[in-house]
């Protein structure tokens, strides 16, 4: 087709594709939080004991690498909409502080929070609903 112009670069979610070093840590990142949750107490941005040791857990895949990372929180759809908001950016920041807190340079990490606009499983369920309740990690690729 005349003035097509096709570029044949993979992204996600507008960011750089991944290097092979950049895909593996996302990969342990990922592993270490299968069927793990980071928890806060109710309707707070305060992280729960469990919550501490699952980040505990992932300082040393961290501390491995040297990649810049968005720490994204997230919420169930209970509640008003802008609060969640709220409350998930809250949540990420504090993952940022804890991580800090443990050696990691803070420098390496964004936040953002998603809200309800994310979720990974039907809200319509308890289960559902804590699944969604959420903080994820996504290497950002590009530059170091």
């Known amino acids: 087709?005349?003035?097509v112009n096709i570029i044949n670069a993979l992204t996600a979610s507008g960011q750089k594709a991944l290097s092979d070093e950049q895909v593996k840590v996302q990969s342990k990142l990922n592993e270490q939080l299968t069927?793990?949750?980071v928890e806060f107490e109710t309707n707070s941005e305060q992280l729960t004991?469990?919550?501490k040791a699952v980040l505990?857990?992932?300082a040393p895949i961290l501390k491995d690498s040297t990649d810049k990372l968005e720490?994204?929180?997230h919420t169930d759809n209970k509640g008003n909409p802008a609060k969640n908001?709220?409350?998930s950016q809250r949540r990420a920041e504090t993952v940022k502080k804890y991580l800090a807190s443990r050696g990691l340079d803070k420098n390496r990490f964004t936040t953002?929070?998603?809200g309800q606009e994310k979720p990974i499983a039907d809200n319509a369920t308890e289960e559902g609903r804590q699944r969604n309740r959420r903080i994820s990690f996504q290497v950002l690729g590009g530059e170091k």
């Open 56 to 58: 505990d857990e992932l």
């Open 71 to 73: 720490i994204g929180g």
């Open 112 to 114: 953002k929070g998603f």
């Open 85 to 87: 908001l709220s409350l």
């Open 49 to 51: 004991d469990k919550g």
């Open 1 to 3: 087709l005349p003035n």
């Open 35 to 37: 069927g793990k949750i």
